[in-house]
């Protein structure tokens, strides 16, 4: 009976001891990490926003916003020639979401400038960065604030939700 109370004190003691440590580990590493961007806030019609860091090199920033448009090719030969899709020109001239308002919370940039991608994105290219930078980009009501703390190439996707 003695050997019996001492082995379930031991069992006890060690898995004491790993809980401890393993609560020990899970905290320290918690409070070493720091993350390189981060999204701060955004307006309910923006769907989403993901950022990732280029494997290129440069001091660059590239945001695009908008509606993602999936362009199905529907181009049949037929007959009688090549027959496909058509667009109206008010269709073909429409432009996503434009930022008409660029806070910089934080850092700064030399150059941007804007092109539009398709009818509902458009692309922001922001060079000679100043890091960390912080940024909140206004279109109209929307919003999004974002932080990006390590030098680099950086996308940035803003993300219109379809309504």
């Known amino acids: ?19 401890y440590a393993a609560t020990e580990f899970k905290s320290s590493v918690s409070a070493d990490t720091t993350q390189a961007y981060k999204v701060i806030a955004k307006s309910p019609a923006i769907a989403s ?32 020639g090549l027959q496909g ?30 092109d539009k991608v398709s009818t509902t994105q458009n692309m922001y290219t922001i060079k000679n960065i100043n890091f960390p930078l912080r940024l909140k980009m206004h279109s109209g009501k929307d919003y999004v604030e974002f932080e990006i703390k ?10 219109y939700k379809n309504n």
């Open 85 to 114: 899709k058509s667009e109206s020109k008010e269709a073909r001239n429409a432009t996503g979401p434009v930022f008409d308002q660029i806070e910089v919370l934080n850092g700064g940039y030399d150059e941007i400038k804007v």
């Open 1 to 19: 009976m003695k050997n019996l109370t001492s082995f379930i004190a031991l069992i006890l003691i060690v898995f004491s001891i790993k809980s």
């Open 49 to 80: 926003v993901t950022i990732r860091k280029s494997k290129k090199s440069g001091n660059m920033l590239y945001v695009s916003v908008g509606i993602k448009k999936l362009n199905a090719q529907d181009n049949n030969v037929t007959g009688i």
């Open 150 to 159: 390590d030098a680099g190439r950086w996308d940035v996707n803003v993300n």
